[in-house]
């Protein structure tokens, strides 16, 4: 079983016995482009945070979890 099985097993049912349902639910999403880090004349990004699961309360209002 890997992650992704036991997400599924085990997290979905207890979302959708909380009441959510599945076009408020969104599994693994990048939520943000990364940091960027400027030093002196150069600048690079950090990497994406990632939440498992990304619940949608409304449609412009989201709540992220891990």
């Given at each position: 079983?890997?992650?992704?099985?036991?997400?599924?097993?085990?997290?979905?049912?207890?979302?959708y016995g909380a009441g959510w349902s599945d076009d408020?639910?969104?599994?693994?999403?990048?939520?943000?482009?990364?940091?960027?880090?400027?030093?002196?004349?150069?600048?690079?990004?950090?990497?994406?945070?990632?939440?498992?699961?990304?619940?949608?309360?409304?449609?412009?209002?989201s709540f992220g979890g891990r």
């Amino acid at each position: 079983m890997n992650e992704a099985d036991t997400c599924r097993t085990f997290v979905l049912p207890k979302l959708y016995g909380a009441g959510w349902s599945d076009d408020q639910i969104s599994e693994q999403r990048y939520f943000t482009d990364g940091r960027v880090l400027i030093f002196r004349d150069k600048c690079r990004r950090e990497k994406q945070k990632r939440a498992d699961y990304l619940l949608k309360y409304r449609r412009d209002f989201s709540f992220g979890g891990r």
